[in-house]
């Protein structure tokens, strides 16, 4: 495989990583309505200083340790709980009042990632292994994947961001604004449960 198609599959990788629906997905979202675009910007570039100093450590330090699967699937339980926990925060949510009040903190987004299991097993699994590959082909490939997948995944969050908010000014409607909020507060919620539900097949099928 040449180095162009590598790249293309690399930036495409990051744009599928920034389109998965999520946490920091939902996270963007619901500051969109909370604050407008400009506000959930500050939210891509918290998860995108935070991914990419947990990306970078797992590229030039943590694939060499061979750390086993289960450390990943014992980080989930703790993702869960915070995102109980900020569910419960998004839920009480009744209107728009102070637009510079923020929801998602950075270091709320540093829990959000840091105690994402999924998230350090699909580096490890996916992203570690074309990382080097493509530094077979070009000096400082690492790196090069780094950048490359992390700008596909801003390129993606970002559009969602602006397409979303231009339903922004129909979901604030007064009679919405609550229900709006419940639903995050709900998908929260779900990716909490489907992040501890993870980690209890993974360890009852180790027992097993």
């Not at 340790?65 to 699937?73: H, I, L, N, R």
């Not at 998602?104 to 292994?129: A, D, E």
């Not at 801003?154 to 709006?180: D, H, Q």
Request: glycine share 8%.
């Amino acid at each position: 495989m040449t180095l162009l198609p590598k790249i293309v599959e690399i930036i495409l990788l990051g744009i599928i990583g920034g389109a998965v629906p999520g946490p920091i997905m939902t996270a963007v979202f619901t500051e969109v309505l909370n604050g407008g675009l400009k506000k959930s910007f500050w939210v891509m570039m918290k998860a995108l200083s935070v991914e990419s100093i947990v990306a970078g450590f797992i590229l030039f330090v943590f694939f060499a340790w061979e750390v086993p699967t289960a450390y990943f699937y014992a980080i989930s339980f703790g993702g869960a709980i915070v995102l109980f926990w900020l569910a419960k925060q998004v839920w009480g949510i009744r209107e728009v009042v102070n637009e510079k009040k923020e929801i998602f903190s950075f270091p709320k987004i540093m829990l959000l990632t840091i105690l994402n299991g999924g998230f350090w097993i699909f580096w490890i699994t996916i992203c570690v292994p074309r990382a080097f590959d493509l530094s077979q082909s070009v000096t400082g490939g690492q790196v090069l994947f780094w950048g490359l997948f992390e700008s596909g995944w801003l390129f993606a969050t970002a559009v969602l961001a602006y397409v979303f908010s231009k339903f922004r000014p129909l979901l604030l409607k007064k009679k919405l604004v609550s229900t709006v909020f419940k639903v995050f507060a709900l998908l929260l919620v779900f990716f909490g449960l489907k992040s501890a539900w993870g980690s209890l097949v993974y360890f009852l099928a180790v027992e097993v």
